[in-house]
T-cell receptor, first 116, second 111 residues
Framework: AQSVTQPDIHITVSEGASLELRCNYS??????LFWYVQSPGQGLQLLLK??????LVQGIKGFEAEFKRSQSSFNLRKPSVHWSDAAEYFC??????????????FGTGTKLQVIP | DSGVTQTPKHLITATGQRVTLRCSPR?????VYWYQQSLDQGLQFLIQ???????AKGNILERFSAQQFPDLHSELNLSSLELGDSALYFC??????????FGSGTRLTVV
């Protein structure tokens, strides 16, 4: 069975500092990996996704993530955090089939606090 | 606007009552997923529909049911409501393995 672990429940960074949010997955094949962001009271917004190919993927809002198969990780990074990045971040792994069925597993989320 | 529309945005109801939450998926998406998000349980998958058929069930209570109509909109019915059912209910849609598009959710408060 697939699983996703986000080991950090809460992270605090200073505005302008770099950020790395950790995500480890367990899945038998090459997974489809996603990062979502959720602002308070809002739905989840897709930041970026990895299917195959280049292991460094660029997303919206200046975020990037690197797929490392050897470490079963898909960590999210941003070189310089802005106060508006304060939100909760979810990593997800997806197994899909040609019939349109998606088995999606979300991590428990990491809440990011940005301090001045 | 994500393209996934959920109504109502807020709902306050009493214990024992029944409510219906509605979701219109993004144009062209055949799959609809329902999630419950609460502080203590996190994001919990409830159920998935694909082109009108139920495809997968998660942690959905027997008091809850859903359906997807021919026009692909979906409804989540919650009955015999309890205080613990208070949560954010999200709908998401997808066309395949490209990831979900989430709606902005319905905040249900049971008093």
């Amino acid at each position: 069975a697939q699983s996703v672990t986000q080991p950090d429940i809460h992270i605090t960074v200073s505005e302008g500092a770099s950020l790395e949010l950790r995500c480890n997955y367990s899945y038998g094949a090459t997974p489809y990996l996603f990062w979502y962001v959720q602002s308070p009271g809002q739905g989840l917004q897709l930041l970026l996704k990895y299917f195959s190919g280049d292991t460094l993927v660029q997303g919206i809002k200046g975020f990037e993530a690197e797929f490392k198969r050897s470490q079963s990780s898909f960590n999210l990074r941003k070189p310089s955090v802005h106060w508006s990045d304060a939100a909760e971040y979810f990593c997800a792994v997806v197994r899909g089939d040609s019939g349109g069925y998606q088995k999606v597993t979300f991590g428990t989320g990491t809440k990011l606090q940005v301090i001045p | 606007d994500s393209g996934v529309t959920q109504t109502p945005k807020h709902l306050i109801t009493a214990t024992g009552q029944r409510v219906t939450l509605r979701c219109s998926p993004r144009s062209g998406d055949l799959s609809v997923y329902w999630y419950q998000q609460s502080l203590d349980q996190g994001l919990q998958f409830l159920i998935q529909y694909y082109n009108g058929e139920e495809r997968a069930k998660g942690n959905i209570l027997e008091r809850f049911s859903a359906q997807q109509f021919p026009d692909l909109h979906s409804e989540l019915n919650l009955s015999s409501l309890e205080l613990g059912d208070s949560a954010l209910y999200f709908c998401a849609s997808s066309e395949g393995t490209g990831g979900y598009t989430f709606g902005s959710g319905t905040r249900l408060t049971v008093v």
